[in-house]
């Protein structure tokens, strides 16, 4: 059974910094990554090779790293704006029975104020 797990969400003002973790069992993962809802978009991926590609409004405030040995996903955010307020969904991409297939963790809530 896939499972992702999120954590590390909470609440910050605006300038501060929050560090998620996204831990995924049950099967071999490739590409891994976070979205927000409001709607949901994509914030960050990143390959097993450790590729990254970054939503514009993230980039040089936010970095996603992975521990492939422990199928975790990380998501450090710096500089954390308002807008930047939203439920962050970790995601992993894995191929079973020759599909590809997409698993969502349930979700963390990050607040940010003025």
């Known amino acids: 059974q896939v499972r992702l797990v999120e954590s590390g969400g909470g609440s910050v003002q605006a300038g501060g910094s929050l560090r998620l973790s996204c831990a995924a069992s049950?099967?071999?993962?490739?590409?891994m990554g976070w979205y927000r809802q409001g709607p949901r978009e994509l914030v960050a991926t990143i390959t097993t090779?450790?590729?990254?590609n970054y939503a514009d409004f993230v980039k040089g405030r936010f970095t996603i790293s992975r521990d492939n040995g422990n199928n975790t996903v990380y998501l450090e955010m710096n500089s954390l704006k308002p807008e930047d307020t939203a439920v962050y969904y970790c995601?992993?991409?894995?191929?079973?029975?020759?599909?590809?297939?997409?698993?969502w963790g349930r979700g963390t809530q990050v607040t940010v104020s003025s």
């Open positions: 090779g450790g590729i990254t």
């Open positions: 049950g099967s071999i993962f490739s590409s």
């Open positions: 995601k992993a991409n894995s191929w079973r029975w020759g599909r590809l297939e997409s698993f």
